[in-house]
């Protein structure tokens, strides 16, 4: 009995030391990035209702998300950066950015890109950005804050 309470500790522990190692990788990924880019952008998502689409398609999760910021992909971007709280930091300057609304399945990796658009846009210095779309005109806008 002791032994299993051992183990279990013991996975605790070392779950909870890669969760910090993770966590302390990703600050550093973000604190290089602003180092490169010390005048950026960040760029928030319009949350999406649920309730705008009718109940036969509403199987996993609506989102609206940016694919590529000129001409790359988001993930490998230099001028881009992902953080998880549904933001992304972007270099100031004009940027080619290609926005999706998606239905992300759970089960499966494979995204259904509902529709999608290139956007140039300049991104300001300090500055606080949405994404929004409309769902009828399949259009998206890129607001101020």
């Known amino acids: 009995?002791?032994?299993?309470?051992?183990?279990?500790?013991?996975?605790?522990?070392?779950?909870?030391?890669?969760?910090?190692?993770?966590?302390?990788?990703?600050?550093?990924?973000?604190?290089?990035?602003?180092?490169?880019?010390?005048?950026?952008?960040?760029?928030?998502?319009?949350?999406?209702?649920?309730?705008?689409?009718?109940?036969?398609?509403?199987?996993?999760?609506?989102?609206?998300?940016?694919?590529?910021?000129?001409?790359?992909?988001?993930?490998?971007?230099?001028?881009?950066?992902?953080c998880f709280n549904n933001k992304i930091l972007i270099a100031k300057g004009m940027h080619e950015v290609n926005v999706q609304r998606v239905n992300q399945y759970y089960k499966s990796k494979i995204d259904n890109v509902l529709f999608e658009e290139k956007i140039e846009f300049n991104f300001r210095a300090n500055k606080q950005y949405i994404v929004r779309s409309d769902r009828e005109l399949e259009h998206f806008k890129i607001e101020e804050l």
């Not at 880019?37 to 398609?57: H, I, L």
Request: aromatic fraction near 18%; include cysteine.
């Open 1 to 82: 009995m002791i032994g299993v309470v051992v183990f279990l500790i013991v996975c605790i522990l070392f779950f909870l030391f890669t969760l910090g190692i993770v966590f302390f990788i990703y600050n550093l990924k973000i604190r290089s990035w602003k180092r490169q880019n010390p005048e950026y952008a960040v760029v928030y998502f319009e949350k999406v209702n649920r309730n705008d689409y009718p109940k036969e398609n509403v199987i996993g999760t609506r989102c609206i998300r940016i694919s590529h910021v000129d001409g790359e992909y988001l993930h490998f971007s230099k001028k881009a950066l992902f």
